[in-house]
């Protein structure tokens, strides 16, 4: 055995691992070389030392704390896994199935109090929740980037209750700039649903005065006189004296100013 | 972003637009395909033009292919540049062709030039169309087809995408072999008929409003009360007066919203 092969199995020596005939074997070497026997009994000392220090026992409160923080993992975990609120209500698929959930509900524990005399304070609370989710599908809807999802999210404002001012925004404003036409037009019909409110006329007659497209603006025309709203008038004798405006839209203007009178 | 400039701009194209450029030019010469930046990912083509008539075809491909006689009049100016001489500024009748966020922008938004482009994508593309002057053709689409015409006929066939289609001067035809479910549609235009063709089995309430003009179905349609009419009713304000014909029905116990509107012309749904 060379010096070199020894140091190797310096290691394995102190701790007892080279076997019989090895440690015979490293031993012979050991009588052989004096530096080598220095060097074991040197870092052997050290060793020995090592093995003498008290083995440290984990205490009761060890398994305490694993399993504190395991169940903190479990916790923070779950709270991760969890989708962030506004996700969730940017789903119109889960905002839809809520509703219609909630709409089941609704008239299901409707039917069975019917004929007790006063609702109990449960349906009406219910009946709250369920126009405060039409109102949220309604305003999700119409922010979708596809046309399609946003004339959904009008035909959800049918739904909405007629004093929800939120919609009727979310409707003003898609009335004036949406920028798909069928859009406008059916957030324009939609608008009948708030008639009952002052501001519905009011921001029919400022849109009438910016649209240009004329579908929608004969629809504007209809609402008007639906709402009979008699400050129309003057923007709608504009209307069927421009010389730019559509032949259809001037038609109706004149048809719509009888009307008012 | 690829971005794919004809007429004198070529020239500008950066190296990485080069191998797109060296493909277009191995083609027919007034032809340019452009590869969707991801084609796993929902696809769009969005097409703005005044004067041209478009045409869009899906078929069984990934890029969009734009074919127009603009693209070649177009090189024809190029080549006709007089010796030792560049182009400072070339007239209208160009077309830009441009990807980004795989959404393929074609745009002709001079009012000079004409005549047609026809462009071909994935079937399952979404489709948005602006035009002036000319009529728009999409065939055989099932992503969200929305056209909108000024003085040009829509004509929407053999699709099964959410449909929003309005002209002012033009007809609507739309023909739908079958219809993504949930999806609301609507068809409208001032001066012209609506033509639908729509699924037998297609579950829907329609909103028919016509000024001059009756509607017509083969569909056995429910006719409704308008639910406004009662919210109405609740709040006291009477009777309402009403200057066009608004008829609201459902079709196969009702379903997603279908809204139709013509001021001048017949509302016609078939049922296919």
């Known amino acids: 055995m060379t010096c070199e092969e020894a140091k190797t199995r310096m290691t394995d020596y102190w701790s007892r691992t080279l076997g019989e005939a090895g440690e015979t074997e490293f031993n012979a070497h050991l009588a052989s070389c004096e530096a080598c026997q220095s060097e074991v009994s040197r870092v052997g000392a050290l060793w020995q030392g090592l093995d003498l220090l008290p083995l440290e026992e984990p205490s009761g409160k060890v398994r305490d704390r694993f399993y504190e923080m395991l169940g903190a993992y479990r916790q923070g975990l779950a709270a991760a896994e969890a989708p962030p609120a506004k996700r969730w209500w940017s789903m119109p698929a889960w905002q839809l199935a809520a509703a219609a959930g909630l709409v089941a509900v609704g008239l299901g524990i409707g039917y069975g109090v019917r004929g007790n005399g006063q609702p109990p304070a449960e349906v009406s609370q219910l009946r709250e929740e369920v126009a405060n989710m039409r109102q949220l599908v309604a305003l999700s809807l119409m922010q979708q980037q596809s046309a399609s999802d946003r004339l959904r999210g009008v035909s959800w404002a049918y739904r909405a209750e007629p004093s929800d001012r939120e919609v009727l925004g979310a409707l003003v404003s898609a009335v004036n700039h949406d920028a798909n036409v069928n859009v406008r037009l059916a957030a324009v019909d939609a608008l009948r649903r708030f008639s009952a409110s002052p501001e519905t006329s009011r921001a029919a007659l400022q849109s009438l005065s910016k649209q240009t497209t004329p579908i929608v603006q004969a629809a504007l025309i209809d609402l008007l006189v639906e709402l009979k709203d008699p400050e129309a008038a003057p923007e709608l004798r504009r209307l069927s004296g421009s010389e730019t405006a559509n032949e259809g839209v001037r038609q109706k203007a004149q048809w719509a100013l009888e009307r008012l009178q | ?272």
């Open chain 2, 1 to 272: 972003m690829n971005r794919f400039l004809m007429g004198g701009m070529l020239a500008v194209l950066g190296a990485l637009q080069a191998p797109a450029q060296n493909q277009a030019q191995n083609q027919n010469p007034a032809q340019i395909t452009v590869a969707f930046s991801n084609p796993s990912q929902p696809r769009k083509l969005v097409v703005k033009t005044m004067m041209h008539r478009v045409s869009i075809k899906g078929y069984d491909g990934k890029d969009a292919i734009v074919e127009s006689s603009a693209i070649s009049e177009r090189r024809r100016r190029e080549r006709s540049i007089p010796p030792g001489m560049h182009p400072l500024n070339v007239g209208g009748g160009g077309i830009e062709v441009t990807e980004a966020n795989n959404v393929v922008t074609v745009s002709a938004e001079s009012m000079f030039g004409g005549g047609d482009i026809q462009i071909q994508v994935p079937v399952e593309t979404s489709v948005m169309v602006n035009t002036l002057n000319n009529g728009v053709n999409v065939e055989n689409i099932s992503g969200e087809i929305d056209v909108e015409s000024v003085n040009g006929p829509v004509s929407i066939t053999n699709s099964s995408g959410a449909v929003l289609a309005t002209s002012v001067n033009g007809k609507v035809t739309v023909a739908l072999d079958k219809v993504a479910p949930g999806k609301a549609m609507s068809f409208s235009t001032m001066n012209g008929t609506i033509d639908v063709t729509l699924p037998a089995d297609i579950k829907a309430n329609l909103k028919m409003k016509v000024d001059n003009g009756d509607v017509y179905t083969d569909f056995d349609v429910k006719v409704t009360n308008d639910t406004f009419d009662t919210a109405q009713s609740n709040t006291g304000r009477g009777v309402r007066i009403r200057g066009n014909k608004t008829t609201y029905g459902t079709i196969n116990g009702g379903g997603p919203e279908m809204q139709f509107t013509t001021f001048n012309g017949r509302i016609l749904i078939h049922k296919k």
